[in-house]
């Protein structure tokens, strides 16, 4: 029997819907993948450049647990250029992406029965990693008329006194949504730890971006590369925590991890001080794949009220075709060979609804439209 601990963890099913289609994949059909938030661009050159530089001169030894100076110094003035915040590179620990940065934070932050705050619909493994080291989530809704937009009223509704933090993505993922410097300003009031996973920072398209650590520093930051830079595989995040924390969230890292990878962090530390050219290149086709998303979705019958307008992520609504989205996503991927992601997966409040990813060509965009369409239309809604 395995531990109650590993029994909270559900599974991801994004990965379930991608482990089907490389089945279909290999019966010789042609799926297009829209289930994972993975950029279809190469890592950018100099990115890339700079690992095989790492690699020649010996950089594959441990490195200091925090992560390598440069790049932690290049963190903080990144921070202090782009937002106008100061961040000490003390302050910074440098992971093998942001979800163990996660694990390890909430593990540190939170004792048994600590509750954080989160939105419904969210990132789907937000819970597990909140639950696993004995916390407990508590949703506050958004609503698709408003574009999903976080309701800072909705988490100070729902305070305890077992509150411990408050947990917000923006840009966020599944939704898209992109949080005012008005909003940010009004949950920096709330009064727990604030917890901002800014991993989708560099892919906004109206509006500004705005860190947390605008308007306090009672808060975490989780950011990192694979998003903006297009580098998923390279496993490379980061944490920016109140200098109280990074004591014990460094033990914890050279316990469990020793360090990261320091010739990835070389290609990291190209990527944030050469690769903005690359990276603003990304944005801008990201941008126009958002619109004729979300142009397609509309035209085929989908439900969005409101354009999202961060992430690469639309959350459509599906209900009118069938409102488990589950048995849907997969029977698109059946019938339409075209994988999405069931709403569910991202909240009791998505149910319904379908997650489509636009990390994809326009032309395989346009295809799977037309798939689906084609699908919908043999449907009796």
């Known amino acids: 029997m395995t531990s109650r601990r590993s029994q909270v963890i559900e599974p ?11 089945e279909l994949e290999r019966e010789g059909k042609d799926i297009i993948h829209l289930e994972f938030g993975e950029p279809d661009f190469d890592t950018p050159p100099v990115v890339r450049e700079a690992a095989e530089k790492a690699l020649k001169d010996g950089r594959t030894r441990y490195a200091h647990s925090l992560g390598i100076l440069p790049l932690r110094e290049a963190i903080a003035d990144h921070y202090r ?3 106008g915040v100061t961040v000490s590179p003390d302050q910074i620990l440098v992971t093998a992406g942001t979800s163990p940065a996660m694990l390890l934070l909430f593990s540190t932050l939170l004792d048994t029965g ?4 989160l939105t419904d619909p969210r990132y789907a493994v937000y819970p597990n990693l909140i639950r696993y080291p004995g916390g407990a ?5 958004t609503w698709e008329t408003d574009g999903f937009q976080c309701r800072p009223a909705e988490f100070a509704a729902r305070r305890t006194a077992r509150t411990k933090a408050v947990l917000i993505n923006s840009p966020a993922n599944p939704t898209g949504a992109v949080m005012t410097a008005a909003s940010l300003r009004e949950m920096a009031g709330l009064g727990p730890w604030i917890i901002s996973d800014e991993i989708y920072h560099g892919l906004t398209y109206e509006g500004a971006e705005h860190t947390m650590l605008e308007f306090t520093d009672r808060a975490f930051v989780l950011n990192g590369f694979s998003k903006a830079y297009a580098m998923t595989g390279w496993r ?3 944490l920016i925590a109140p200098r109280e924390f990074m004591r014990a969230l460094q033990v914890a890292h050279g316990n469990f ?4 990878n320091e010739f990835v962090q070389w290609a990291a530390l190209a990527a944030l001080t050469e690769g903005a050219e690359d990276a603003q290149r990304f944005r801008r086709i990201f941008d126009q794949r958002r ?11 989908l439900g969005v009220s409101v354009a999202p307008t961060g992430a690469f992520y639309v959350l459509a609504n599906a209900q009118r075709f069938n409102p488990d989205s589950k048995a ?16 569910v997966d991202f909240g009791a409040r998505a149910e319904g609804y379908l997650r489509f990813s636009y990390a994809n060509s326009l032309e395989r965009i346009e295809e799977a439209m037309e798939r689906i369409g084609g699908y919908l239309a043999r449907r009796s809604p």
């Open 114 to 117: 600590d509750e954080v705050l």
């Open 257 to 260: 991890f020793i360090s990261s």
């Open 81 to 83: 250029a782009r937002y």
């Open 236 to 238: 490379v995040g980061y």
């Open 291 to 301: 619109r004729a998303m979300v142009a397609g979705l509309r035209r085929i019958g």
């Open 137 to 141: 989530c508590v949703d506050a809704p």
């Open 12 to 22: 991801f099913l994004a990965v379930e819907i991608f482990q089907r289609a490389q």
């Open 328 to 343: 849907l996503a997969f029977d698109i991927l059946e019938h339409a060979h075209v994988g999405v992601t069931p709403g």
